[in-house]
């Protein structure tokens, strides 16, 4: 696919990040554009700014949608057809993702399968609703966001990264087994994994949103209690803590995930518009895996290379990690 003009693309997540600036570059090449979130602001943000930039002639629309929810993608896609008036789409971009159940020992169960659900069943299910109106256009693309957590399951030494990781390393697989199916079944759809490394983003702000979206300060004191044995398990409530105690560590800890969130988009080596650029010239070129950043090549690099040490941090993932940890 050489050009994106006059096409039609479903973007998920496209309220933030790489999603906005995917909306907003093929805009801008006079490709229409469905795209989904579950932030109804951030949505809507998008659809203005694409259109300001896009040829008369290109229609954006915002749809609200979580794409954990087999009904709500069900129910965007219907919205896709009726408002694009079109029985096909040629490009489909899962990007919704979000962080978060870093630990499978000491993280609430909640917290695990809602970031599972986003970035694994999300994938799965747009990719079921969609994948026969991928196969009514002649040419299409299905482009699946990985990261570089799906061929490397760590963000470096004592960060437990395991919900995200497991997702991402799904979105791989299902991704390069398509390859061989679409061949077989459908060859005139195509498929592509994008893997990045770190792109300055607003996704630690807006998985906090997604996963404790209360101030503390609202929390009743039996909320608070249900959390002692997340926070005892994970070790940071000392014995004996009191419910004002919890309350205290609960600001705390949200503060100090937003201060890193800060630092994880401003400090990032590209930035979401470079990493949009780079997954679309993927796209255009034909590429299946689409690594992005310079990071992501070295890290593939090193994975590859060297597969038994990938975890013991001595040469695999040192750069990586050292530009995601906090200081
Ligand atoms: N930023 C990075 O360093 C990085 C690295 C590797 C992979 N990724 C992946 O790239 C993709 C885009 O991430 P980003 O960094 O641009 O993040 P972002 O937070 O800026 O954008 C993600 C968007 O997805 C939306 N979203 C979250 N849950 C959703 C749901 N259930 N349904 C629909 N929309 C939902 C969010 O509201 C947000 O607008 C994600 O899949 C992420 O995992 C990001």
Not at 61 to 85: N, P
Not at 113 to 140: H, P, Q
Not at 242 to 259: A, F, G, K, W, Y
Request: with cysteine; proline share 3%; charged share 25%.
């Amino acid at each position: 696919m050489d050009s994106f003009n006059q096409k039609l693309a479903v973007v998920t997540g496209g309220g933030s990040g790489m999603g906005r600036e995917l909306v907003r570059q093929l805009a801008a090449e006079g490709c229409s554009v469905a795209t989904c979130d579950v932030n109804a602001q951030s949505i809507a943000e998008t659809v203005s700014i694409a259109v300001a930039g896009a040829p008369s002639g290109t229609r954006v629309t915002g749809h609200l949608c979580d794409v954990s929810d087999e009904e709500q993608v069900l129910r965007f896609r219907d919205e896709v057809v009726a408002r694009h008036d079109s029985d096909h789409v040629d490009l489909v971009f899962n990007n919704a993702g979000i962080a978060g159940g870093g630990s499978f020992v000491t993280d609430p169960r909640a917290t695990w399968e809602r970031t599972f659900g986003v970035d694994w069943w999300g994938v799965y299910y747009c990719t079921r609703a969609f994948l026969s109106l991928l196969i009514k256009s002649d040419d299409s693309i299905l482009v699946n966001t990985s990261s570089i957590n799906g061929f490397w399951a760590s963000l470096g030494p004592g960060i437990p990264h395991t919900a995200y990781s497991t997702a991402k390393f799904a979105v791989k697989g299902f991704s390069e087994a398509l390859i061989e199916d679409l061949r077989l079944h459908a060859p005139h759809v195509k498929v592509a994994v994008v893997m990045p490394g770190h792109v300055g983003t607003d996704i630690v702000a807006n998985s906090q949103r997604v996963h404790d979206d209360v101030d503390p300060a609202d929390l009743s004191d039996e909320d608070l209690e249900g959390r002692r044995a997340d926070l005892e398990r994970a070790g940071v409530l000392p014995e004996g803590a009191s419910t004002d105690d919890i309350r205290q560590l609960t600001i705390d800890l949200q503060l100090m995930v937003s201060e890193f969130g800060k630092d994880f988009r401003d400090n990032a080596p590209l930035s979401a518009d470079g990493a949009a650029e780079i997954i679309l010239e993927g796209v255009r070129s034909g590429k299946w895996r689409i690594l992005v950043g310079d990071d992501a090549k070295l890290l593939d690099e090193q994975v590859r290379a060297s597969p038994e040490t990938a975890y013991d941090y001595t040469g695999v993932g040192v750069a990586v990690a050292g530009s995601i940890q906090p200081d």
